[in-house]
């Protein structure tokens, strides 16, 4: 069951914010976040457990709702840097713990 | 450097024609993956690998097979069953079972068949 990513893209003028979400229809294991820039290979940024913890990167930090079995992933004062799209990959506790389902992605532009 | 080794990075070939992807690691790591990538889909899960000698179905595997002979080598065959091919191919790996655990990312293959 393919997670459903919101918004599909968003636009950002540098020192912007925004919200990524990551919404399953199915009990979540955990809950992981990458970011891929332009024919580059994806890059982990972190995972989330379920039991409602917050993890923090620098300015990027995400948490999980596991009553609504969605995550989101918080940028905070955007940099050019942060360009590219987002993927989150979910796990199941009813399936392999260790296979992933990812979304089909949010594209992001930051702009000086 | 440890990581992950893909090749070539870009690869074309005729319709009916079987190709082998190239998936090396050197992060001492178990678990291995490959994904598919076109575009507006994310990634999908082909094939997935938590042992030697031992490997999974993902949600898209037909037309395609692997192997895992040795703990750092997954190579993905793309074979002539396989009705579009053409897409970015992805190798993962990750430290191993009961995770959850990261998973690393090669640099990709981008295959083209005509």
């Known amino acids: 069951q393919q997670p459903v990513q919101s918004p599909q893209a968003v636009i950002l003028r540098e020192g912007e914010d925004a919200v990524i979400n990551c919404s399953s229809s199915?009990?979540?294991?955990?809950v992981h976040w990458y970011r891929q820039k332009h024919g580059e290979a994806p890059v982990f940024l972190m995972i989330l457990l379920k039991g409602g913890e917050q993890k923090g990167h620098e300015k990027i930090s995400a948490s999980f709702n596991e009553k609504k079995q969605q995550s989101s992933l918080y940028l905070t004062a955007s940099q050019l840097s942060y360009s590219g799209t987002y993927f989150c990959g979910t796990a199941y506790l009813s399936y392999n713990t260790d296979k992933l389902i990812f979304g089909t992605g949010t594209r992001l532009q930051v702009f000086p | 450097d440890g990581g992950i080794t893909q090749s070539p990075k870009y690869l074309f070939r005729k319709e009916g024609q079987n190709v082998t992807l190239s998936c090396e690691q050197n992060?001492?790591?178990?678990?291995m993956y490959w994904y598919r990538q076109d575009p507006g889909q994310g990634l999908r899960l082909i094939y997935y690998?938590?042992?030697?000698?031992?490997?999974q179905k993902g949600d898209i595997a037909e037309g395609y097979s692997v192997s895992r002979e040795k703990k750092e080598s997954f190579p993905l065959t793309v074979t002539s069953a396989q009705k579009n091919p053409t897409a970015f191919y992805l190798c993962a790996s990750s430290k191993g079972t009961g995770g959850p655990y990261e998973q690393y990312f090669g640099p990709g293959t981008r295959l083209t068949v005509t």
């Open positions: 199915k009990a979540l294991y955990s």
């Open positions: 992060l001492n790591h178990d678990a």
């Open positions: 690998s938590q042992i030697v000698n031992d490997f």
